[in-house]
């Protein structure tokens, strides 16, 4: 019999979708059944390595994860990582496709949607049920004519939709209503329920907000969902989670982080929020890079070049070779941010922009040039300087070169050598992401900047929270009317 479906839309970005459906996936897991999250299009800078060695968003590999299955590149088939304003990379089933402007992109998709459909089927084959993500929201008429991500994906498939608002943001009401006002009735037919999501304060409130959007509308109440705070410890899917203020830890140990605007696999982060002794500085432009800090972090990039033209625009590089000068702390550069830390970065092709080559900010003796060849590879090891393990992974274009990469930072399972470190020891780069999950690596580098780790065992922490993210749902979501709306709906053959 063939796996049902069913896919979540929301009334605009950032309702909580991707952890809904994360929620979901363990809560079905744990009732013993075989489930497949799938987002026919994503757009973040936050990837991760799938099982065929591709790479696809974070947030789908945390649904995998919550499902209990290996991530694939079919669970999310088009991925668009942002270079600029107006034009991302596209990757496709896990490798690179091409780039376009958003304009030239919406021609593209009519080419796309036979790849997100063969996707599905893949993982429809695999499963009692996939669980789909929209993008966005499901109200972008403007977007309609070629949409493979939300209407376009489910007309195309058969796939029932259950539309989420955030009552947290306010109008939820007129955002649901709205939403089926705006929508072509074809489209509109599509959605049969709804959820409220992020509620705080008294649910006996908004009963009658629920009844009057079920009278309205004709969907399904299927459940009003309260804030769920421990959110903050899992994996976030783009930058407006690093936008968000967040209280100062009483961490003695000061590690900044310059917000540069197009970091990526920012999640690299998350362990270290977690630990009682780290007070994490998110540095927002405008602001310098503060002189007392412990580490100095420069995070992966999506458009190392173009970033690296920012953080000089915003005299980072000053504060930053100032802060060396004066020997107080370590600076460690991951991915793109080693990349920066070196003297030059050739593009020749203008694979992140236009073709050229930048002066790097000479921290470390390294060269980089960008190659067309994607590096995406899970990678172990251990650290040469204490022989702590390292677990992680790459994905990175770009070749880096030099008398720094001979003093290495890892010696890797496959035998390589990875990373660099400076003459004088004060300055580390590596292309591992995943630095810090490892808890007995997270505690060496704690140790290294002269503060003790917490008993934290992040997977397990990931584990735990997942858990309770379904207990949650499981308390306050019609799961069974969710599952009685799911159908059977494998998508037609590729056109």
């Known amino acids: 019999m063939p796996a049902r479906a069913l896919m979540l839309q929301g009334t605009g970005s950032s309702v909580g979708k991707s952890l809904l459906l994360a929620g979901l996936a363990r809560a079905l897991f744990r009732r013993g059944l075989n489930v497949r999250p799938f987002k026919p299009q994503n757009m973040a800078n936050n990837a991760a390595v799938s099982i065929e060695g591709g790479e ?143 509620l705080r304060g008294d649910a006996a409130l908004f009963a009658e907000g629920m009844r009057f959007i079920a009278a309205r509308t004709g969907w399904a109440p299927l459940g009003l969902v309260p804030y769920f705070p421990p959110a903050r410890k899992l994996p976030a899917e783009d930058t407006a989670e690093l936008k968000e203020e967040r209280p100062k830890s009483a961490g003695r140990l000061r590690i900044a982080v310059p917000l540069l605007p197009h970091i990526a696999n920012f999640d690299d982060l998350d362990p270290l929020r977690l630990e009682p002794e780290v007070n994490l500085l998110l540095v927002p432009r405008g602001k310098p890079l503060p002189a007392d800090a412990d580490l100095v972090l420069l995070l992966g990039s999506k458009s190392v070049r173009s970033d690296l033209a920012v953080f000089r625009n915003e005299g980072w590089d000053i504060d930053l070779l100032a802060y060396h000068r004066r020997g107080r702390g370590l600076i ?107 808890d007995r690596a997270r505690a060496a580098w704690l140790a290294r900047l002269g503060a003790a780790a917490s008993a934290l065992s992040y997977e397990a922490e990931i584990e735990a929270t997942l858990d309770a993210l379904a207990a949650h749902l499981e308390a306050h979501l019609d799961i069974e009317g969710m599952l009685s709306l799911a159908r059977s709906s494998p998508a037609p053959p590729p056109r």
């Open 56 to 198: 696809i968003s974070r947030a789908q590999a945390l649904q995998a994860r919550a499902a209990g299955v290996a991530p694939s590149v079919h669970m999310n088939p088009v991925l668009l990582k942002p270079e600029s304003e107006r034009g991302s990379q596209i990757i496709v089933h896990g490798r690179v496709f091409g780039k376009a402007t958003a304009r030239e992109y919406q021609w593209l998709k009519p080419q796309l949607l036979p790849k997100v459909l063969e996707s599905f089927q893949i993982l429809a084959a695999a499963s009692d049920l996939v669980l789909v993500e929209g993008a966005g929201s499901a109200a972008e008429v403007n977007l309609r004519a070629h949409d493979i991500a939300n209407m376009g994906f489910a007309r195309a498939a058969g796939v029932p939709v259950v539309l989420i608002g955030d009552i947290d943001r306010g109008g939820v009401i007129a955002s649901l209503i709205g939403t089926q006002a705006v929508l072509a009735e074809d489209d509109a037919a599509c959605i049969k329920g709804f959820i409220v999501n992020r």
């Open 332 to 438: 460690l550069g991951i991915c793109g941010g080693l990349q920066m830390l070196g003297r030059t970065i050739a593009d020749p092709e203008g694979l992140e922009g236009a073709p050229g080559t930048s002066e790097g900010l000479g921290l470390l003796d390294i060269e980089t040039v960008f190659r067309r060849s994607k590096h995406l590879r899970e990678v172990s090891g251990t650290n040469i300087l204490d022989g702590s393990p390292v677990q992680g992974y790459e994905i990175h274009l770009g070749e880096s070169f030099g008398p720094d990469m001979a003093r290495p930072l890892h010696l890797l399972s496959d035998g390589r050598r990875e990373g660099a470190i400076s003459a004088d020891g004060r300055v580390m780069g590596t292309y591992l992401h995943g630095l810090f999950t490892h």
